[in-house]
């Protein structure tokens, strides 16, 4: 079994910063994907960002040039660094991963718990 646990949301005014990190632990071979998705009230769940094993990452258009991702491979971390947030980035962040539990395994995807993250305005 594979866990994710994130950390790192809060509340936040308008313009200002935080930043989300990820730490995947339990029967890992090798993790392809990992990034976060969010999903606010009312709306279906959404991806924010995505960084591959080979560090190539996307953006949602909404927030590119403001949010940055990042991994850690040798601790099977990611962070999502968080700036100039507004009110409509409100919304439960949910980190994911696509792992490998043994070699030449199939590839299955993990979420975390969710970690809630409100910019007021």
């Known amino acids: 079994q594979v866990q994710l646990v994130e950390s790192g949301g809060g509340l936040v005014q308008a313009g200002g910063s935080l930043r989300l990190s990820c730490a995947a632990s339990?029967?890992?071979?090798?993790?392809?994907?990992m990034g976060w998705y969010r999903q606010a009230p009312g709306k279906q769940r959404e991806l924010v960002a995505v960084?591959?094993?080979?560090?190539?990452?996307n953006y949602a258009d909404s927030v590119k040039g403001r949010f940055t991702i990042s991994r850690d491979n040798t601790k099977n971390t990611v962070l999502l660094q968080m700036n100039t947030l507004k009110p409509e980035d409100t919304a439960v962040y949910y980190c994911?991963?696509?792992?490998?539990?043994?070699?030449?395994?199939?590839?299955?995807?993990?979420w975390g718990q969710g970690t809630q993250v409100t910019v007021s305005s």
């Open positions: 994911y991963a696509t792992v490998r539990t043994r070699d030449w395994g199939p590839l299955y995807q993990y």
């Open positions: 339990g029967s890992i071979f090798s993790i392809d994907a």
């Open positions: 960084m591959a094993s080979n560090s190539r990452a």
